[in-house]
């Protein structure tokens, strides 16, 4: 790493000035990051290849759609595996290693036509996606002991964002002076150099009572149960998956307008990069102020609510530099969500499910981006402008199926209060008149 970034690292440390309690953070920010790196730029990648390639939206949204559709099963399965193998290194290393053998395939299988080849070397690839989207980050809690979840995953909401600024880009232009073929390659590569960094991670074993004390279904079935009946959960789930089906054709719908603004295809790039340079100051400046303590979920969805409108204006943006500002500016109020995020996943599951539910989530958001880049590739028949503020009318639409879960809860829990109160009540009444009888009883008596 170079000096400024540890320098920042050590700021950032509560024993600042020192040298980091944790050493292995800092090799996890960085091979998280490689790997982010790669997995950010190479959908910039797959789509100038497929279009190059083939000349097809469609295909190029067909193929996206097929690398991000596994993660829907393979996440919960998968991060439930991660929750139970003893050798957490081990296993992480080799998903990682065939993550960036499947990445670098399509650029050889990939021909004028969409076949099956490319096809189930992209199912493959989606079926390890969640591994550097969820499960990396799950990771943090064990390579951060005593400091405080806000503040690493700050850190860890930062690196994500470092490696979005970097990775369209870096696609863009090795696409532009090299090719399209080797922008996939080289994501590959990122991914293989990720891998070996992880694997200097010292990662404790799990625990042999966590590894078989039920099956792996009904472990499973818990974690889903558990991401369903815990409120926070269950709301930045609602709000964040459906709004991602909005940011599905991202990638696509860059490419297509940059080239209706009178620019070249892999200029789009440059857009994805301003909504991740965004993010960046927007997980810095929530990292620094902190996430508030009551109702954290609630600032997400407004996140997502913020983020769809200047979506939307991008695709209304006469310019394409007013498109890129817009994007930044999307970027900017979506990089607060993603650090609450990151710390409500944390704080809201037990240390046996915590990978699995960072795995799920990674997963639902998957699929939803599956959906969004097939869709994408129809609509994108019908104009690129009207892609994008479609894109962030979906993100708005999130943000209110989100807070609908969060009043729901909210009046479950009253009529629940309102049940209980009536029960006391009644109780009390039949202990009152109980009472009065046996008063009367011993009148007669007497």
């Keep these: 790493m170079t000096r400024p970034a540890l320098s920042f690292l050590r700021a950032c440390n509560p024993a600042r000035g020192k040298p980091a309690r944790v050493p292995d953070l800092p090799r996890y920010l960085l091979g998280a990051g490689l790997a982010r790196l790669a997995v950010e ?36 399965l998968g991060g439930t595996l991660l929750d139970r193998v003893r050798r957490r290194r081990a296993t992480y290393v080799g998903a990682l290693a065939f993550l960036a053998t499947c990445i670098g395939s399509l650029s050889i299988l990939l021909g004028p036509r969409l076949g099956a080849a490319p ?17 990396l980050s799950s990771l943090v809690p064990d390579l951060t002991r005593g400091t405080p979840s806000a503040r690493a995953f700050g850190l860890d909401s930062i690196a994500y964002s470092a490696a ?24 590959a590569v990122l991914v293989a150099v990720g891998a070996l960094l992880v694997g ?7 625990a042999p009572q966590e590894r078989r004390a039920v099956g792996l279904l009904r472990q499973t079935g818990a974690g889903l149960k558990h991401m369903v009946t815990v409120r926070p959960l269950s709301v930045v789930t609602v709000g964040s998956t459906l709004a991602f089906v909005g940011f599905g054709p991202v990638a696509l719908a860059t490419a297509l307008v940059a080239g209706t603004l009178g620019h070249d295809r892999s200029a789009g790039g440059l857009a994805l990069s301003g909504f991740a340079a965004g993010a960046l100051l927007g997980s810095l400046l ?32 006469p310019r394409f530099d007013v498109m890129v500002a817009c994007f930044a500016l999307a970027g900017l109020v979506n990089g607060p969500g993603l650090v609450t995020t990151f710390a409500i996943r944390a704080d809201c599951s037990p240390a ?17 981006g599956a959906v969004g880049a097939a869709l994408g590739g129809t609509l994108a028949a019908f104009g690129a402008r009207g892609l994008l503020v479609t894109m962030g009318s979906i993100h708005v639409l999130g943000a209110l199926a989100g807070l609908g879960v969060a009043l729901a809860y909210r009046s479950r829990r009253r009529r629940a209060a309102e049940a209980v109160a009536a029960v006391s009540g009644a109780a009390e009444s039949v202990a009152a008149e109980s009472v009065a009888a046996e008063s009367v009883e011993v009148e007669d008596l007497r």
């Design 41 to 76: 730029g190479h959908a910039t990648a797959l789509v100038l290849l497929a279009l190059d390639r083939t000349g097809d939206a469609r295909t190029a949204g067909v193929l996206l759609a097929v690398l991000l559709a596994p993660s829907l099963v393979a996440g919960p």
């Design 119 to 135: 096809i189930l070397a992209a199912l493959l690839a989606g079926c390890t996606l969640t591994v550097v989207s969820g499960g």
């Design 164 to 187: 979005s600024v970097a990775g369209p880009s870096l696609a863009a232009a090795v696409a532009s002076t090299l090719g399209a073929a080797a922008a996939v390659q080289a994501c």
């Design 200 to 206: 200097t991670l010292d990662l404790p074993a799990t």
């Design 286 to 317: 929530v990292t620094v102020l902190r996430t508030p303590r009551s109702s954290p979920e609630l600032l997400v969805l407004g996140s997502l609510a913020a983020t769809g409108v200047f979506l939307g204006l991008a695709g209304l943006a």
């Design 352 to 368: 046996g499910m915590r990978t699995q539910i960072f795995t799920t989530a990674a997963s639902l958001k998957g699929a939803a």
